[in-house]
């Protein structure tokens, strides 16, 4: 039997005041039909669920709220209290942050998985620093290379206009011989539509979400890095909630990072076929391909450790350990 509280008080029932429910807005960069944001939809709804309404996050996807490159700033000067921003972005902050995305370093799950302790420490120690807390981060199926025609060596890359979305893509396209622009990925089918670019690297999500068989023939597997969304909080808005609802995100947090990453495997077989059903000739790269990348590769490791900060490199130490 349901009572009003004054009811409830008027029996002289002990009754804690109702709490206010607090209302969040959470920016992401990526649009609804990615499965990041599917599961940030469900992160927010399991926090609806424990707290019994107590906490409302909406999510605004695509960039909507935020462009992608001030959604960081946007938590930290506290105009939204939390959000979700691609990682390796923030490398030009601290090398920390871009090691996901260091070709062939990590490209299982399970080493992806190995990549990520080591890295979460770190990377929590300089947001911190920053007045944020982290809460969860989920790769991308590992990345591969889409292009009009097949590639069979490195030279084959030569001249192309390449999107890129982050510092470490922008350096691999060069060494390639490739012409760099940044494009983001909801932006993808118009920058290809238009003849901005001509090939990309991504994975079979963004490359079927952004029907990449519209504007590319060939897409290679090279499966060559496994780069990470991550969900932030504004560490003062975090510790100004009470325990419990403090208790419920984390524990919404923990699970949104389980599940993103079994949604990511699962992504990984679905998308490609989606892609092969809509005429994408899906291939396996050729020997002198992948030696060509992995040299691209080893060029970029030894760049990124002349340059990385001691936080950085230990990452790389604890990871290879
Ligand atoms: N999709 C995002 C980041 C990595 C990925 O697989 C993009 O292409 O921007």
Known sequence: MKMTFAAAFAAGLAVSAPAIAQEWNMPTPYGDTTFHTINIQQFAADVAGATDGGLNITVHSAGSLFPHAEIKNAIRSRQVPLGEFFLSRLANDDLAYGIDSQPFLATSYEDGAKLWAAQRPVVEALLAEEGLKVLFAVPWPAQGLYTNGEIKTVDDLSGLRFRAYNAALEEFA??????????????????????????????????????????????????AWLPKN???????????????????????????????????????????????????????????????????????????????????????????N
Not at 275 to 282: F, L
Not at 291 to 305: F, P
Request: glycine residues 4%; negative net charge.
């Open 230 to 320: 991550i969900v932030v909080v504004n560490a003062r808005e975090f510790d100004a909630l009470s325990d419990d609802v403090q208790a419920a995100v984390l524990e919404a947090a923990a699970a949104a990072e389980t599940r993103g990453w079994e949604m990511s495997m699962a992504e990984a077989a679905a998308k490609t076929q989606i892609m092969k059903d809509n005429g994408i000739i899906v291939v396996a790269p050729s020997p002198e391909l992948v030696e060509g990348l992995q040299a691209i590769g080893a060029t970029m490791l030894e760049n990124w450790k002349a340059n990385a900060s001691e936080e950085a490199l230990s990452i790389l130490t604890a990871y290879q």
């Open 174 to 223: 060069t060494l390639a011989g490739a012409a760099p622009v940044q494009v983001e990925a909801s932006d993808i089918a118009q920058a290809f539509a238009t003849g901005q670019v001509e090939a990309m690297i991504t994975s079979p999500s963004t490359g079927a979400n952004s029907k990449a068989w519209d504007f590319v023939t060939h897409y290679t597997q090279i499966d």
